[in-house]
T-cell receptor
Framework: AQTVTQSQPEMSVQEAETVTLSCTYD???????LFWYKQPPSRQMILVIR??????QNATENRFSVNFQKAAKSFSLKISDSQLGDAAMYFC??????????FGAGTILRVKS | GAVVSQHPSRVICKSGTSVKIECRSL??????MFWYRQFPKQSLMLMAT?????????EQGVEKDKFLINHASLTLSTLTVTSAHPEDSSFYIC?????????FGSGTRLTVV
């Protein structure tokens, strides 16, 4: 069964600094999708970034980028120039069969001003 | 962009009563809707998958008779919590699958007293 592990329950970063959130997953499939979602206090789930496993190039979206290491089954999220609005719960997710998403336990990110 | 409207956002009900939660896709057709349950500061746990015009499929351990899901049209999926008890109090989120992405509703906080 596919599993997603986020080993950092909480992380803190100073405003304008860079932070990396870790995620590892387990799968026997060769083609799949990985996601990072942000859940602010409003609890609305917001897509941060998506990576297709067959693409070797790491996905980037403005200040957000991933380090996708397929062999190591690692999918970390780097947030550059952190802003107060980045404070939220971040979930790593894997798309499994029938398009179902499996979420990691989440990492609470706190941004200090 | 794609929007999933979820109502109500908050509901308080008495123990033993039933509560219906609706998710509507506003500008697209959602053939598949996923229903999640989330406890405070925890991850999203998939409860069931609903497909338009067919019976929902439930994840292991989810009581199908307690959590009734109906997906009668391409724009509406409903979750009814029947004979609610305090342990059913939680945050419920729907998500529509589109292409290779997902659009989430804003969630429903259910409190059973």
């Amino acid at each position: 069964a596919q599993t997603v592990t986020q080993s950092q329950p909480e992380m803190s970063v100073q405003e304008a600094e860079t932070v990396t959130l870790s995620c590892t997953y387990d799968t026997s499939e060769s083609d799949y999708y990985l996601f990072w979602y942000k859940q602010p206090p409003s609890r609305q789930m917001i897509l941060v970034i998506r990576q297709e496993a067959y693409k070797q190039q790491n996905a980037t979206e403005n200040r957000f980028s991933v380090n996708f290491q397929k062999a190591a089954k690692s999918f970390s999220l780097k947030i550059s120039d952190s802003q107060l609005g980045d404070a939220a719960m971040y979930f790593c997710a894997y798309r499994r069969d029938s398009n179902k998403l499996v979420f990691g336990a989440g990492t609470i990110l706190r941004v200090k001003s | 962009g794609a929007v999933v409207s979820q109502h109500p956002s908050r509901v308080i009900c008495k123990s033993g009563t039933s509560v219906k939660i609706e998710c509507r896709s506003l500008d697209f057709q959602a053939t598949t809707m996923f229903w999640y349950r989330q406890f405070p500061k925890q991850s999203l746990m998939l409860m069931a998958t609903s497909n338009e015009g067919s019976k929902a499929t439930y994840e292991q351990g989810v009581e199908k008779d307690k959590f009734l899901i109906n997906h009668a049209s391409l724009t509406l999926s409903t979750l009814t919590v029947t004979s609610a008890h305090p342990e059913d109090s939680s945050f419920y989120i729907c998500s529509a699958h589109r292409h290779y992405g997902y659009t989430f509703g804003s969630g429903t906080r259910l409190t059973v007293v």
